[in-house]
C-alpha cells in the first residue's frame, strides 16, 4: 500500500453545504410540476447531471435555498415532499410534486421555524436596517408619550420615498406594539394589494387576518383572537349616506377601538393640489374622473381643514386609537410648519436610499445589494438655442415657458402645435440633426454637447421614454409631428399617446403602454402623457422622462420624475441560479429644457428634504451628491454643484417670486393651539393688536375663531351620531363658514405683516449677524418703524410659534442669495469682505456658498 503524499495529509477539507433545489420543464408531461431534491455540490451542476442523459435542455431552476436550519439540523428533500403531501399536493411519482414555488418556500420556512403557517407564507426576509429603525422609533417615542400620560394619543410620521418597504415595515411595527385592531386608510385605494399582499406571504404574520370592502368578509365574523388589518379609502370612509350620516356599512368601524391609525400617501391636504396640477392639461372628463377615483370631492371640505393642519384627527375622523402613524413620500407643509417635532419623524428619502446602496456595496463586496435594483437618478438642462426659444420667453429674467412653447390646438389627426416650426427646430436640436439650429456660443468652441437623442451614452437610455406634455392638444399634436414623412428617425420609435379621453380614464391607458414596451428588449417607444401614468404605476422599462411642461410644486415635479426611478432586473437570468439579478436600469434621467426653473424646483426639493438643516445649501448639496446635475449653458456642459444650482435658481428668481416667500400661508401658523396661546397671554394678545389694521377685524376675533371651531366640533360630533336638527344642520354650516372665514382673515393680517420684513432687510447694513439679532439687538428702533411693532412684541410672538423660523431662515437665504446673485452679473460685490450669511436665528459660512 502506498503511503499517502504530504498534499494528500493535509488536502483541504471539501466544501460541502447542503441545498434544497428545485426546476421545471417546459414541456407538456411536467406542466404544473417541480422535482424537488437535495445535494451538497453546486445545484446546477447536479441538475444538468439529472438531465444529461434525457438530452433536457429546457428546464429553469426555480428554487435554491439553504438546507440548514438555526441550530445546525439539516431539512432533507424527503422531508419537503412529505410536509408538501401533508398539506394536499400531489406526488405525481418519484421526486416530482404538482406545486407551485411558493408552497415548497412555505413548507422549508415552516420546517425552518417548526411552525404552520396559513396559505401560502413563504417570505422569510428580514427587515433592513432602515426599516428595523423606523419601527424602533417609532415605538419608543410612542412609550415616551405613554409613560407621560397614559391616555395619550401618539402621532408619528415616517418620511419615505417609495420603495422604502412602508407595508412590511407598518406591520413590524404594529406586531411590536402587540396591536390586534390596525386601520389603515389611504386617499389612493389602488395600494391595496400591496398591503394585502405583504400581510398574507410573509412568516411574520401568521395568523393575521386581511379585511376590506373587496374582501367579501363580514367584520362581525372575523375571529376576535387574532389580529386584524383593515384597509380602506378616506373617500369610503368619510363618505355619508343621502340623510348626511356615516354609510351604515361603515357603522362597525366607529365602535372598534384602535390600536394603531395608518394614514398612507398622507401629505396634509397637499394631495389634492398635486393631483390638480398633474392633470390640469387633461380633458375635463378625465379631470373630473381622477378627483373623483383617487381624491373624491367628499374631502372637500376635509382638505380644507387639513390645509390648517389637523389639530385633532377625531375632528374629521370620528373613530378612537391608541396611536396614529403617518406615511408620505413628500410630507413638505406637515415638515416645513413644524406639525411634527423632530422626534416624531423617522426620514428615509432618495438621499439615504442611494447612500446606503453606496454603502452597502462598499462594505459587502460579493454579496447582493439589496438596494442594488434602485436607479440612481441623472438631471441634464439644456440651454435651447435663442432661435427656437424667443417666441417662448419673456419676463424679468427671460424665462423660457414651455407650455407657451408646446402650445397646441385640436386632438387627434388635426392637432398641431402653434409654433410648429420651433417645435421641429427642437425635435431637430435634441437629436443633433445636421439642420439643427446652433447657439453662437456652441458654433465658437465647436462644442456638441450630449444632446438626448444624439449622444451614444445617452441612447440606450431613452429607449423607453416618457414625454410630459402641457396638456392633451400637445399630446396629439406631437405624435402627428413625429409621424411626419420627413421624421424618418422617430418612425423607429412607437409612439403611444396616453391623454385624453380616447386614452381611457386612469389604469386603462397602461395596457397599450405595457403591449408596446414588451420585454423591452427589441421595442422603443415613447409615451406622451400630460398627466395619465404620472402616479400610482410602474413601468419598468421607462428610463428617462423630458419635462416638456411647467409645474409649479417640486413634489409635483419629483412626483412625475420618480416615475423613471422604478427598478428594472431580470431575475435568476440564465434560468439556473434563482438567487441571481441582472440590473438593467443603473441609473435613470431627467431631461428638463427650461433650466433656471428645473434648478428652482431642485434646490426646493433639496430643502423640503431636509427642514432641520439651517443651511439651504448643505440640503442642496446632499441631495445632488446623489443627484448629479449637467447643465449645457449654450457652448459647454457642466456638472453644477449645490452653490452653482442655488446661484442659478436664485439670480433666475424674479422680486415676485421671492418675495412670494414672505405671502406663503406656512409662514404663520393660524391652528387653535396658536390662537390658543396668543389668547392666554395678555402680552402677546396687545402685540397683535398692534399690527396694522387688525382692529379692523372686529372685537375678540381670535377668541370669536376658538370658541365657532368648538362650536362646529360639537356640532358635528352630534351630526355624527345622526341627532341634528335643519336648524341644527344650517347653524353648522353657517357657524363653520364664518370661523374658516375670519381664521383666514387672521392669517392674512400675519402674512401681510411678515411681507414688511423684506424691506427691512434691504434697509438694514447689517448682513453677517441673524435677523433676530440685527431686529432685537442692533436696529430694533429701525424695525419699529418699517413693521410696526416692538422688538419684544416680535420676540414674544415668534417665542409662541406665530411665526415659522424654519420657513423664514429659507426666505432670508433666497433674500441674501439673491441679492449676491444680481450684483454679481454687474461686476459688484453687495458687501464687500463678507464672510457670512446671518439667516433668521442662524448663521452660514460664505465661502460654502
Not at 368578509?217 to 386584524?228: G, H, M, N, T, Y
Not at 398612507?264 to 398633474?278: I, N, P, S
Not at 412625475?560 to 431580470?570: D, E, M
Not at 434560468?575 to 443603473?586: F, H, Q, R
Request: hydrophobic residues 40%.
Amino acid at each position: 500500500m502506498n503511503k499517502p503524499t504530504v498534499e494528500e495529509i493535509l488536502a483541504p477539507k471539501p466544501e460541502a453545504r447542503p441545498r434544497i433545489y428545485a426546476y421545471s420543464i417546459a414541456d407538456m408531461a411536467h406542466h404544473g410540476l417541480l422535482k424537488v431534491g437535495q445535494t451538497t455540490r453546486d445545484v446546477k451542476r447536479r441538475i444538468a447531471e439529472q438531465l444529461k442523459t434525457a438530452a433536457i435542455k429546457n428546464y429553469t431552476v426555480e428554487l435554491d435555498e439553504s438546507a440548514e436550519r438555526d441550530d445546525g439540523t439539516i431539512i432533507t428533500d424527503h422531508a419537503v415532499r412529505a410536509a408538501l403531501l401533508k398539506k394536499g399536493f400531489t406526488n405525481s411519482e418519484l421526486e416530482w410534486m404538482e406545486c407551485g414555488v411558493a408552497d415548497v418556500k412555505t413548507v422549508l420556512a415552516e420546517l425552518r421555524t417548526g411552525q404552520q403557517f396559513t396559505g401560502t407564507r413563504h417570505e422569510t426576509f428580514r427587515p433592513r436596517d432602515e426599516q428595523a429603525e423606523a419601527v424602533e422609533q417609532t415605538y419608543a417615542y410612542y412609550h415616551s408619550r405613554w409613560q407621560q400620560d397614559a391616555r395619550a394619543v401618539p402621532r408619528f410620521l415616517w418620511n419615505a420615498k417609495m420603495r422604502f418597504g412602508k407595508t412590511f415595515t407598518t406591520y413590524q411595527l404594529a406586531k411590536k406594539l402587540g396591536a390586534k385592531r390596525v386601520l389603515v386608510l389611504t386617499f389612493k385605494p389602488a395600494v391595496e394589494d400591496a398591503w394585502q399582499n405583504d400581510l398574507e406571504s410573509h412568516v411574520d404574520f401568521d395568523g393575521w387576518q386581511f379585511l376590506s370592502r373587496n374582501s367579501g368578509r363580514d367584520p362581525s365574523q372575523i375571529d376576535d383572537e387574532k389580529p386584524v388589518v383593515y384597509f380602506g379609502s378616506f373617500q369610503d370612509l368619510l363618505g355619508k349616506d343621502k340623510t348626511g350620516n356615516i354609510k351604515a356599512r361603515n357603522g362597525w368601524l366607529h365602535t372598534v377601538n384602535w390600536d394603531l391609525v395608518v394614514f398612507d400617501e398622507y401629505h396634509f391636504g397637499a394631495w389634492r393640489d398635486t393631483a390638480k396640477e398633474l392633470f390640469e392639461g387633461e380633458d375635463e372628463a378625465v379631470r373630473r374622473k381622477a378627483e373623483k377615483d383617487e381624491y373624491a370631492a367628499e374631502l372637500e371640505d376635509v382638505n380644507e381643514d387639513l390645509t390648517v393642519l389637523s389639530e385633532n384627527e377625531v375632528e374629521f375622523l370620528p373613530i378612537t386609537t391608541r396611536a396614529y402613524l403617518y406615511l408620505s413620500g413628500t410630507p413638505f407643509k406637515a415638515l416645513a410648519t413644524g406639525e411634527f417635532i423632530e422626534e416624531q419623524i423617522f426620514n428615509w428619502t432618495y438621499t439615504d436610499e442611494q447612500r446606503a446602496k453606496a454603502e452597502f456595496a462598499e462594505s459587502n463586496p460579493g454579496k447582493r445589494n439589496p438596494y442594488a435594483a434602485l436607479p440612481q437618478m441623472r438631471l441634464l438642462t439644456y440651454q435651447v438655442p435663442p432661435e427656437i426659444t424667443h417666441i417662448a420667453s419673456g419676463g424679468e429674467f427671460d424665462e423660457f415657458d414651455l407650455n407657451a412653447f408646446f402650445a397646441a390646438n385640436g386632438t387627434g389627426i388635426l392637432a398641431q402645435f402653434k409654433y410648429k416650426d420651433e417645435v421641429q427646430k427642437w425635435l431637430n436640436v435634441i437629436r443633433n440633426a445636421p439642420e439643427a439650429p446652433r447657439s453662437l456660443d456652441s458654433l465658437r468652441t465647436g462644442i456638441n454637447p450630449p444632446w438626448p437623442y444624439s449622444d451614444t451614452r445617452l441612447l440606450p437610455h431613452l429607449q423607453h421614454s416618457f414625454w410630459f406634455l402641457p396638456n392633451v392638444a400637445a399630446c396629439h399634436a406631437m405624435a402627428n409631428l413625429l409621424a411626419e414623412r420627413h421624421n424618418a428617425f422617430w418612425h423607429e420609435y412607437h409612439v403611444i399617446v396616453a391623454a385624453g379621453t380616447s386614452a381611457g380614464i386612469g389604469l386603462e391607458a397602461l395596457p397599450p403602454v405595457r403591449q408596446a414596451v414588451g420585454g423591452g428588449f427589441d421595442t422603443k417607444t415613447i409615451t406622451l402623457s400630460c398627466g395619465k401614468l404620472t402616479t400610482g404605476v410602474t413601468v419598468a422599462q421607462w428610463s428617462s422622462i423630458l419635462m416638456l411642461r411647467n409645474l409649479k410644486s417640486p413634489e409635483t415635479y419629483f412626483q412625475a420624475a420618480f416615475r423613471v426611478q422604478s427598478p428594472w432586473s431580470i431575475r435568476n437570468p440564465n434560468g439556473d441560479n434563482p438567487n441571481e439579478e441582472e440590473i438593467l436600469k443603473p441609473v435613470c434621467f431627467v431631461f428638463d429644457f427650461a433650466p433656471t426653473r428645473a434648478l428652482r424646483q431642485l434646490s426646493e426639493y433639496g430643502v423640503g428634504l431636509s427642514p432641520g438643516e439651517p443651511n439651504p445649501e448643505n440640503a442642496v448639496r446632499e441631495l445632488v451628491s446623489f443627484l448629479p446635475v449637467l447643465a449645457y449653458d449654450g457652448a459647454n456642459m457642466t456638472q453644477i454643484d449645490a452653490g452653482g444650482i442655488l446661484d442659478i435658481a436664485m439670480a433666475g428668481t424674479s422680486a415676485t417670486l421671492l418675495a412670494r416667500k414672505w405671502e406663503s400661508p406656512l409662514l404663520v401658523n393660524v391652528d387653535n393651539a396658536t390662537l390658543g396661546r396668543i389668547l392666554n397671554d395678555p402680552d402677546a394678545m396687545a402685540a397683535v393688536e398692534r399690527i396694522e389694521g387688525w382692529r379692523a377685524l372686529g372685537d375678540n376675533i381670535i377668541e370669536v375663531i376658538i370658541n365657532k371651531s368648538d362650536k362646529v366640533k360639537e356640532l358635528k360630533q352630534k351630526a355624527r351620531e345622526g341627532e341634528l336638527t335643519k336648524k341644527e344642520t344650517k347653524e353648522l354650516s353657517d357657524e363653520e363658514k364664518e370661523y374658516k372665514s375670519k381664521r383666514k382673515l387672521v392669517q392674512d393680517k400675519l402674512i401681510k405683516f411678515a411681507t414688511r420684513i423684506p424691506a427691512f432687510m434691504y434697509l438694514t447694513d447689517f448682513r453677517e449677524n441673524t435677523l433676530q439679532d440685527v431686529i432685537t439687538k442692533i436696529e430694533p428702533d429701525l424695525f419699529l418703524t418699517v413693521t410696526g411693532l416692538t422688538v419684544a412684541d416680535f420676540h414674544l410672538l415668534v417665542q409662541l410659534k406665530v411665526f415659522n423660523t424654519e420657513r423664514m431662515n429659507e426666505a432670508v437665504f433666497a433674500f441674501r442669495r439673491y441679492e449676491d446673485a444680481s450684483l454679481r452679473y454687474t461686476g459688484l460685490e453687495s458687501h464687500e469682505g463678507l464672510t457670512h450669511y446671518g439667516l433668521y436665528d442662524t448663521v452660514v459660512a460664505k465661502e460654502l456658498l
